[in-house]
């Protein structure tokens, strides 16, 4: 049998706007999964696991340029692959 793909290590702040210095196009090949205290969010947009925060939409409200609004969430962070 073939073994599976490599999976690169997920890095302590990812973010999933490509015009981010914080983007990882590689870690975006596989299904991410995050839990912020201990509960699993589909919602992220960007997370820190040092720092112990989430960035997520705040609604359906957006900024000037068409970008949802981000609201910080604190807590512990873990990140896995799925």
């Keep these: 049998m073939t073994a599976p793909p490599e999976r690169p290590p997920l890095p302590d702040r990812l973010s ?3 015009r981010s210095p ?3 196009p590689a870690a975006f090949e596989h ?6 205290n201990d ?17 997520v939409a705040a609604g359906k409200a ?7 609004l981000l609201i910080k969430l604190k807590g512990k962070v873990e990140a896995f692959y799925r």
């Design 31 to 36: 299904d991410i999964g995050i839990r912020l």
């Design 62 to 68: 957006l900024d000037r340029r068409g970008r949802p």
């Design 39 to 55: 509960q699993e969010r589909r919602d992220v947009e960007e997370y820190c696991i040092s720092e112990g925060w989430v960035k």
């Design 22 to 24: 914080h983007h990882l």
């Design 16 to 18: 999933v706007d490509p």
